[in-house]
């Protein structure tokens, strides 16, 4: 069975596709800079054992120009993997905000598509990019079935005094103004293969998902009970280009005293903020260069950063009354030993003791960076969203 994995960004499309049951795909890709000129399709397709790379510049105005680009790759002489379309049996969509209309993966129907599109108002970033590439996919992958599965999905399980704000009911009731968090296939994923680790499926973790977005997730007994973003991804942990939590205040002072009107106060706080915002970086590997250089400003943006979830380890080491492993995945979390020493460094209160010589070893898989007399676990599981999803996509048409 051919499963075609495919998650539309807001100007970009990544994709994968597996010759199921093997876990391994058989190619993967990725487009970016739609909408502007010089769009960048790379696509590597492994052929005859044998990994086949090709780069290509063009223009694509829109998700649908990237999404038909990718169909001919997949069919090409030379890179191609199948021999038409017809040969893909799933296409699965991730999908950023499922609101409270979604909370487990769904086949694809008029109906579940117009709700995707009305939850734009929650996503304008994401969901109208993903409302596209599943009417495009549909065209391409006719004979398919078409499955979405929703990054807020796995934390559809927290608990009422989680979610609320402390708002008057009524913004929770008519408008559905509560926390959703992100990420959700990540945490999902790692939390899983963290239990497997362990042997213990009933174990208390605190998923860290580091990437230019960031996340953190109480997982407890493999359910989802708190988590860092909220209503939209800008809440929590700093960011690339996010604040993170800030108080609201700010933004009365930005309105009433700097005259910012809502659009410059969005720009600021999801496109200017965060690390960006403190260093002039948006990726960490450009702000340890700065530190390495004698950056002052870049040092003091790095230790906010692990200042920010260090406090999440405590709050939801407190909530779950318990912890057996802080587990670190996505791009930073899972390359950046100093980033993690730092968030690991003095919290022998909660039972951590660090392994510094592990933590430095790189290498690929589940690692432990802990001692071995170490009453809480600290890991590294290299996340994988588009395995996650093929994954619940042949769970659902199975079932």
């Known amino acids: 069975m051919n499963i075609f994995v495919v998650n539309c960004g807001s100007s970009s499309i990544k994709y994968q596709l597996f010759k ?119 065209q391409i992958f006719s004979k398919a079935t078409h499955v979405v599965v929703f990054d807020t999905a796995f934390h559809a399980t927290m608990p009422e005094k989680a979610f609320r704000y402390a708002i008057p009911e009524s913004f929770y009731k008519d408008y559905k103004i509560r926390v959703y968090g992100f990420h959700g296939t990540s945490h999902k994923y790692v939390s899983e293969q963290a239990n497997l680790y362990l042997n213990k499926p009933d174990a208390k973790l605190i998923t860290v998902h580091l990437g230019n977005g960031c996340s953190m997730a109480a997982v407890n007994a493999g359910k989802c009970v708190d988590t860092s973003m909220g209503l939209g991804p800008l809440d929590g942990l700093i960011m690339g280009t996010r604040s993170g939590n800030i108080d609201p205040s700010v933004v009365f002072y930005l309105v009433n005293q700097l005259g910012y009107d809502i659009a410059q106060i969005d720009t600021l706080l999801n496109k200017r903020s965060g690390m960006l915002g403190l260093t002039g970086y948006s990726d960490m590997r450009d702000i340890l260069k700065a530190i390495d250089a004698g950056d002052k400003s870049a040092k003091l943006a790095y230790d906010m950063y692990a200042y920010r979830i260090k406090k999440y380890i405590g709050s939801y080491a407190a909530a779950m009354n318990g912890l057996d492993a802080v587990v670190f995945t996505a791009g930073v979390g899972e390359n950046d030993p100093d980033l993690r020493e730092m968030v690991c460094t003095d919290m022998e209160f909660f039972g951590i003791t660090f392994n510094s010589e592990e933590n430095r070893i790189r290498a690929k898989g589940i690692r432990e960076i802990s001692k071995p007399d170490s009453r809480v676990k600290v890991l590294i599981v290299p996340t994988n969203e588009e395995l996650e999803i093929a994954k619940q996509c042949f769970e659902l048409v199975q079932n």
């Open 20 to 138: 199921w049951p093997s876990e391994s795909p058989i190619c993967t890709g990725l487009v970016e800079r739609i909408g502007l000129e010089d769009s960048i399709i790379t696509h590597k397709a492994f052929v005859n054992n044998e990994e086949q790379v090709v780069k290509r510049v063009l223009d694509l105005p829109d998700h649908e120009a990237g999404m038909r680009e990718v169909g001919l790759l997949l069919t090409e002489p030379g890179i191609g993997v199948i021999q038409n379309p017809d040969d893909i049996s799933l296409v699965g969509h991730r999908i950023v905000h499922g609101g409270e209309s979604f909370v487990e993966t769904c086949k694809v129907t008029p109906d579940v598509k117009e709700k995707i599109k009305d939850l734009a108002i929650l996503a304008p970033l994401h969901n109208p990019g993903h409302y596209v590439g599943i009417n495009v996919a549909e």
